[in-house]
């Protein structure tokens, strides 16, 4: 875009409409504050869902909204956790209360005081049935937080309150070992109830939506661009270098690629695959390839027919060769999948499926028996619809999977959506067999497992299974982290072996960051806060 400052007309207009006697220099001296400006072109998955933090489905919109909101606790440069709007915090010794200091004179992006009233109001909102929050689970640790989620209290039983306006008060029903992890995800962050009761739905447009995080909403254009910019009003403005962020959503990674290389994106969060070995011989130093808290995976209808036994879910995960898959069309970094729980997520032993180890000709064979016990064969071929969205990756994943199935005489039919319809779908059991992907915002085995409890929110593919529940139960009251940990194997353990879901890859995040991006630091988080870089663009 052509500078305002760029002819004597275009000063000239900003002389009249600003109806000074500006003189030359005095022009120049605006001109080169405004090009002084620092501005951060960043992509994004997809357009966010909704800029509202207790409602966004988490992957799609965390990216902004890490910038734009901040909770008692949050990740630092290198993506590990720290204090946020909480400058410290005590814990009672039996591990039940948690006492939150916020920072002093704290306030929201409109100048409105930020008190910890707002952190009550913004818990008890996450719980609020109404608010059909998709992850309010990750909270179930508070006090009687789980019984108002489900509607049998009222929302003023949660354990929270105001000691006074600095003092913010938390009492868990059972010890947990990552309460202080889940307060920097998007439900710990704050939402502004001045402005959420004043505006309601309409709370997070440009214009209206306010926030405590380093930035603030500027403008939103749907499918294009998220704008944000610095917040005078965080508490650590001195330190935030970047003036402007834009988001762009960047669904076909051909483009995202393109426009990086032309530098109209400073970091591009993903690229074909197939361009893997060009990039590592011309832009070695932009690659950052890294492993993640990600899993690639396929849900399953469980409560669909024919998916309600387990032999055709079985035999569907067995005949997939994920070894040979990634090398052949996914040499990127990623690893294949037996698991829901990645490997680098700390503290565990994942428990795998009972297919993991063995050769692939003979789960091949055991798949079609298993369809043939099911009732199924060359007069009657198992036929289904398998559904992704729109990523050139997921469809040449998706080919893959039909060429593997077929020799098992499976028909499917291959169907694409738009990212947006794929989550509607998971949530309202629209399908059979999906596509789906899952980023744990925090690095803890629960941030996986708890998804797959009976009746939670998030537990898309239907699976129901008391004993998962129990072992989940049990493991989410429990302090040791030993004993923790060996409690979630056994569930996942319980899950792999249903096949409730078939997982394919573990993620490594793939970025392309450009040199003059300083302060980037890769991590299993993906937090990669904008309030930390500082971006010196080449000149030209």
Not at 181 to 197: C, W
Not at 233 to 242: L, R
Not at 248 to 277: C, H, K, S, W
Not at 288 to 312: S, W
Request: charged share 20%; glycine share 6%; hydrophobic share 40%.
């Amino acid at each position: 875009m052509r500078s305002a400052c760029s002819s004597p007309r275009a000063a000239g207009h900003i002389i009249g409409k600003l109806r000074l006697a500006l003189t030359v220099a005095a022009v120049a001296l605006f001109c080169a504050t405004a090009d002084a400006r620092m501005v951060f072109n960043r992509a994004s998955s997809a357009d966010p869902d909704t800029l509202d933090p207790h409602k966004s489905n988490g992957n799609t919109a965390s990216v902004v909204l890490a910038d734009l909101f901040l909770g008692l606790t949050t990740a630092d440069a290198a993506g590990e956790l720290v204090p946020g709007a909480a400058e410290s915090w005590t814990i009672s010794p039996d591990g039940l209360v948690y006492t939150f200091k916020l920072r002093p004179d704290l306030s929201w992006s409109d100048g409105t005081p930020l008190t910890a009233e707002d952190f009550v109001y913004s818990y008890r909102r996450v719980q609020q049935p109404d608010t059909a929050a998709r992850y309010a689970q990750w909270f179930w640790a508070v006090k009687n937080a789980q019984e108002i989620n489900q509607g049998k209290r009222p929302v003023d039983q949660l354990g929270v309150r105001a000691v006074d306006d600095r003092t913010f008060e938390v009492t868990l029903s059972a010890p947990s070992p990552i309460f202080l992890e889940i307060n920097a995800t998007i439900m710990g962050y704050p939402v502004p109830r001045h402005v959420v009761e004043k505006f309601g739905n309409e709370w997070t447009a440009p214009g209206n939506h306010v926030s405590n995080g380093a930035y603030v909403l500027s403008a939103r254009v749907p499918q294009t661009r998220v704008t944000v910019i610095k917040n005078a009003k965080f508490y650590d403005a001195a330190n935030v270098k970047i003036d402007e962020v834009n988001f762009f959503p960047t669904e076909n990674l051909g483009t995202a690629f393109n426009r990086f290389r032309a530098m109209e994106l400073d970091v591009a969060l993903n690229f074909p695959p197939e361009q893997i070995d060009w990039i590592r011989a011309n832009l070695p130093k932009e690659l950052h390839v890294a492993p993640n808290l990600g899993v690639y995976y396929f849900l399953i209808n469980n409560k669909k027919a024919p998916f309600t036994d387990r032999r055709v879910r079985k035999a569907l995960s067995a005949a997939i060769d994920r070894e040979s898959m990634i090398e052949k069309l996914f040499d990127t970094g990623v690893t294949p999948a037996y698991s829901l729980v990645p490997v680098v997520v700390p503290n565990y032993n994942v428990g795998a499926a009972d297919i993991a180890g063995r050769p692939q000709a003979e789960r091949v064979a055991e798949a079609k028996k298993l369809l043939a016990d099911a009732g199924y064969g060359p007069g009657k071929p198992l036929k289904f619809s398998l559904l992704f969205d729109t990523l050139e990756e997921n469809r040449k994943m998706a080919v893959a999977m039909a060429a593997m199935w077929k020799p098992l005489g499976v028909e499917v039919e291959l169907s694409n959506s738009e990212f947006r319809d794929i989550q509607r779908r998971a949530r309202t059991g629209e399908y059979e067999v999906m596509r789906f992907a899952y980023f744990s915002p925090f690095a803890d085995a629960s941030g996986y497992l708890n998804l797959y409890r009976t009746g939670d929110a998030s537990n898309y593919a239907g699976f129901v299974n008391t004993a998962y529940d129990q072992l989940m139960t049990e493991a989410n009251a429990t302090s040791d982290i030993a004993k923790r940990a060996e409690l979630m194997r056994q569930a996942e353990k319980i899950l792999m072996d249903d096949y409730a879901i078939i997982p394919i890859y573990h993620y490594a995040g793939r970025r392309l960051v450009h040199q003059y991006v300083k302060g980037w630091i890769d991590n299993a988080r993906n937090q990669n806060q904008s309030r930390y870089l500082t971006v010196a663009r080449p000149a030209g």
